[in-house]
């Protein structure tokens, strides 16, 4: 034997003894089985790595086993000698799932399961809602984490995360378990598509804590060369996109929900997406753009294009793009069983406008509805979203949706390219796209049609008599009074989750987002009547329009983006507040969004003590700029006797409810949502400072913006 063969036995033995010696030695594992009672935690992993049976180990660690009956495996892994190598020292627990009687799902199990999923389709909604209704009809937690196992291998997975979704926030039962983040089940919809090669080549070379995050650059989708490109931190902000995904979890607009359907959900979007626009123009204006155009012209080009640069990792597909200037076209779909005119869309838009200068509808038994202040923008919501509760669907028909829908097929109208759909179809990517806002402003512009109808708000409407705000401060960590001071930050989200390949532990993904200083609100109230409770409500807007002219108060309402709402008790004389960025009614901590900040809370299976919806608190201040971009702070105190709802507190993970609502519970404020700028001025005013009752008060403030990008270990 030569020379070079002997080494290369000896070196095979040298290294087999070296790798022997590193290599864990593998102890026997404990199991532990799990009480029905305490299954509650396992359905973070019911929705884990969905390419892979439910039988291979779940979790960071690989330490939960499923030990299920066969006949709950699809076809595909019927057959498969499944062996799980990914075991590894420590202990199993191992989750007996019962056996129950099997669902009928032979519906939702037409999608298929490369296909993505859009709410917005008829054929989809159908899918969902009945398999929302087998979810919440399962009787216990044992027996609906047997049906998710059962489907989950069987259905479409982005049907299946929804309809689980929709299901847990739901329930009464698992009302307290917050969602795991959509990010970490499908990364794929939040980050460039890059990225994954990239974790897949470090989860195979490098063991896990000795990992390095993967940088995604900011600049992936454009370049400036496109001015959209200036804008597309916000539209391509992952915690923006989660809460609007998880706002349409929450407001389904299908399916068998007492309260959450019903109670003034068809306002709430309206308002919801109002103040995506508001805080969108408000970027716009930071960034040297103008306004958003609405969307006007069903037969111009579009002028904006959108390349997503998105991969449909689970399907091995990429979301479709847009071209500039392409043009809306009829749509006949028969793969996906969806027809629709471009005259279709016209024909629902005058019927609407119609019903509005008439302030009333026609409802399927052809009564008028009357479209009042209290109830009409409700009404004409649930019209236009097409909801379950639309009064007449077949005369009014499915704007909004369908829409999103001709925008989102506009590349492949006839599907003869076997293109899917594109991202403005999907609530979860939809609003990376610039057309979105468009489409949006389209729509908020015909719900401002009915609200300039309504009665005006005279001052004494607005005013809280003997109550006055004497004065209203900014303090910002490191800048000066009144100044909010923005700049970037790095951040990182674990893709595990969401990866379909063995080896165990984080990977994480390292993002580039806006993010703010934590500052504070400094507020003084006289009272010069008895004790009593007001309401703090606080907003900010731009003071200068594009061409830099002070802005005319009928224009500056649309722009208030909300900050906070909060109730005080006021003592006879003077009451000092003090109100933290943090404790926004508007927002979820940055943890709902990343996971460095916090990293050992996010391997909790119970996850946070937040829900899913709720502005990203990273986001709640607008960019500014770098000279210190002017806007305008509103504060206004209102009689809590008249804003209060009587109502047990809410139950469950916390949702902050200015754009959430409450889950299972009334909106917790009277007044019309948007109040006080809801309304057009009453007669005589033009400006901020006429509008003002002595109830409220504005202040200059700065937004400035250092370019500066702090660490992702900066916490605030
Ligand atoms: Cu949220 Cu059109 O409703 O996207």
């Known amino acids: 034997m030569n020379t070079k063969y002997l080494c290369l036995i000896f070196g095979v033995i040298w290294c087999n003894s070296v790798l022997k010696a590193q290599r864990p030695q593998i102890k026997p594992v404990r199991k532990q089985s799990i009480h029905p009672r305490d299954k509650i935690k396992f359905f973070h992993l019911v929705m884990e790595r969905l390419n892979e049976p439910i039988s291979l180990r779940k979790g960071i660690d690989r330490d939960t086993a499923f030990s299920v009956p066969p006949e709950y495996h699809s076809d595909r892994f019927q057959t498969v000698d499944i062996v799980d190598r990914s075991g590894f020292p420590g202990s199993l627990q191992q989750v007996d799932i019962k056996r129950i009687k099997l669902p ?27 398999l929302v209704k087998i979810f919440m009809e399962m009787e216990n937690v044992e027996d609906l984490l047997s049906a998710s196992v059962y489907c989950r291998e069987r259905i479409n997975p982005y049907l299946f995360v929804y309809a689980m979704s929709v299901a847990i926030t739901h329930r009464t039962d698992t009302l307290h378990l917050p969602l795991p983040s959509l990010a970490e089940v499908f990364p794929d919809k939040f980050m460039d598509r890059g990225i994954f090669s ?17 940088e995604i650059p900011v600049d992936y989708t454009a370049s400036n060369l496109d001015p959209e490109h200036r804008v597309a931190y916000f539209r391509e902000d992952i915690g923006i996109n989660l809460c609007h995904w998880y706002w349409h979890i929450i407001y389904p607009g299908q399916g068998p929900f007492p309260m959450n359907g019903t109670d003034r959900a068809g306002e709430l979007f309206y308002y919801y997406h109002q103040q995506i626009m508001a805080r969108y123009d408000f970027e716009r204006l930071s960034n040297n753009l103008g306004r958003v155009e609405r969307f006007i012209d069903w037969h111009k080009p579009i002028k ?90 077949n005369y009014y028909g499915q704007l909004h949706n369908f829409g999103h829908l001709a925008i989102s097929w506009i590349h492949d109208p006839d599907g003869r390219n076997l293109e899917g759909i594109g991202v403005m179809g999907d609530t979860a990517v939809s609003m990376r796209d610039p057309v979105f806002y468009r489409w949006h402003k389209y729509i908020d512009d015909i719900f401002q049609e009915l609200q300039n109808m309504f009665p005006r708000y005279t001052a004494q409407q607005l005013d809280f008599p003997g109550v006055t705000i004497s004065s209203v401060d900014v303090v ?26 063995t080896p165990r532990g984080s990977v994480f993904a390292r993002v580039t987002h806006l993010q703010h200083a934590p500052f504070k609100y400094i507020i003084e109230v006289n009272n010069d009547g008895p004790p009593r409770k007001g309401t703090l409500r606080i907003f900010m807007a731009p003071k200068y329009d594009e061409r830099g002219v002070p802005m005319l108060f009928r224009d500056q309402k649309h722009l208030f983006i909300e900050l906070d709402h909060f109730t005080v008790r006021m003592d006879p004389g003077c ?47 607008p960019k500014g700029t770098t000279e210190g971009f002017p806007a305008e702070l509103f504060v206004m105190i209102t009689d809590y006797n008249i804003d209060k709802v009587e109502q047990p507190p809410p139950e469950g993970c916390q949702q902050p409810f200015s754009y959430c609502g409450w889950r299972r519970r009334l909106f917790p404020d009277t007044r019309a949502m948007g109040y006080p700028f809801d309304r057009m001025p009453r007669a005589g005013v033009s400006t901020l400072q006429q509008f003002l009752t002595p109830n409220m008060k504005v202040v200059d403030v700065k937004i400035r913006f250092n370019k500066k990008v702090v660490a992702s270990r900066y916490t605030i």
């Open 575 to 621: 009451n000092k507040y003090e109100r933290h960025s943090i404790e926004s009614s508007v927002t979820v901590p940055s943890e709902r969004t990343f996971s460095n900040l916090n990293s050992s809370d996010t391997r909790k299976e119970e996850g946070f003590a937040y829900c899913g919806c709720g502005w990203p608190q990273h986001m709640l201040i």
């Open 304 to 393: 904006e294009g959108y390349f997503p640069k998105l991969d449909n990792i689970l399907a091995s597909r990429v979301w479709p793009s847009r071209q500039a200037n392409s043009k809306l076209q009829d749509i006949n779909r028969k793969i996906d069983q969806f027809e629709l005119d471009i005259q279709d869309l016209e024909r629902w838009q005058d019927r609407l406008y119609d019903a509005i200068h008439r302030r009333a509808a026609i409802d399927d038994k052809g009564n008028t509805v009357p479209l009042t202040e209290n109830t009409g923008m409700d009404i004409l919501s649930h019209i236009l979203q097409s909801t379950i509760l639309s009064i007449n669907q």
């Open 476 to 501: 910002s960590k490191g800048a000066p009074r009144n100044e909010f001071a923005t700049f970037w930050q790095k951040s990182d989200i674990d893709l595990y989750r969401g990866l379909d390949f």
């Open 198 to 214: 990239k974790a897949r080549q470090e989860a195979n070379i490098v063991p896990p804590g000795s990992r390095v995050p993967i």
């Open 104 to 130: 009928d799902i032979a519906s939702p199990m037409k999608l298929d399961w490369k296909e993505n999923f859009s709410i917005f389709l008829p054929a989809h909604r159908q899918y969902a809602a009945e």
